[in-house]
């Protein structure tokens, strides 16, 4: 059974500039989170894709927009890039969207960094 | 508004000590509550989830809803205990939206 995978490791990017992320999901799940880690916080979830449909959002601006494929990996990106979104960037996979009973694995994370 | 505190960033306990990570939060209605743990250099994963009532790893967790409380615990600390660990909450919707709210972590020392 593959993980969950994220590429790329980290990256650097100029304030102002457009970022893609890209996630893998475990073999088997359907449904794609995403949340954003600060430096020293917990992960702050983003949104949800579940059969390539948005799934329910956080508190996020529209400017962090989403994919999810047929084949259930997940694309998250960031437009008019701040300083403040430097953050680690993580996405978890499921075998449905039910949080209550769906186990989320995580992947390693993306760090993002902003200057 | 929902909200999860952990209240010490850091606890540092002797290997063969009892230990407690605490957990509140704030919920309006029936919570579900999870402990999450990341060991050094690998990714955040599922400990326990307050539905299973079970144990992992020696650990422990009992929802008090009249203290609304969740804290994690285990009698006798290993040094392999040692890693971040992260009480969460299911969001709004509860399982429809299958979205975790965070606390901001608990950095576990256990010393031999």
């Known amino acids: 059974e593959t993980g969950v995978t994220q590429s790329p490791t980290h990256l650097i990017k100029t304030r102002g500039q457009q970022v893609t992320l890209r996630c893998s999901s475990q073999s088997g799940h359907n449904t794609v989170s995403w949340y954003q880690q600060a430096l020293g916080q917990g992960p702050q979830f983003i949104f949800q894709?579940?059969?390539?449909?948005?799934?329910g959002r956080g508190n996020f601006p529209p400017r962090f927009s989403g994919l999810q494929f047929p084949n259930y990996s997940s694309e998250l990106n960031v437009n008019a890039l701040e300083l403040d979104d430097s953050a680690l960037y993580l996405c978890?996979?499921?075998?449905?969207?039910?949080?209550?009973?769906?186990?989320?694995?995580f992947g390693p994370g993306t760090r993002l960094t902003v200057t | 508004a929902q909200r999860v505190t952990q209240p010490e960033k850091l606890l540092s306990v002797f290997k063969g000590a009892p230990v407690e990570l605490k957990c509140n939060y704030s919920?309006?209605?029936?919570?579900?509550l999870f402990w999450y743990v990341q060991y050094s250099r690998q990714r955040l994963q599922l400990l326990l989830r307050h539905i299973s009532r079970e144990s992992i790893k020696g650990f422990t967790a009992d929802l008090n809803k009249g203290e609304t409380s969740f804290h994690l615990k285990k009698p006798f600390a290993q040094e392999e205990d040692s890693a971040m660990y992260y009480c969460?909450?299911?969001?709004?919707?509860?399982?429809?939206?299958?979205?975790?709210?965070f606390g901001k972590g608990t950095k576990l020392s256990v010393k031999p």
């Open positions: 894709y579940y059969r390539e449909e948005e799934n």
């Open positions: 919920y309006s209605g029936s919570p579900e």
């Open positions: 969460a909450l299911s969001g709004p919707g509860g399982g429809s939206q299958g979205n975790l709210i």
């Open positions: 978890a996979s499921s075998h449905g969207a039910g949080g209550l009973y769906y186990e989320q694995y």
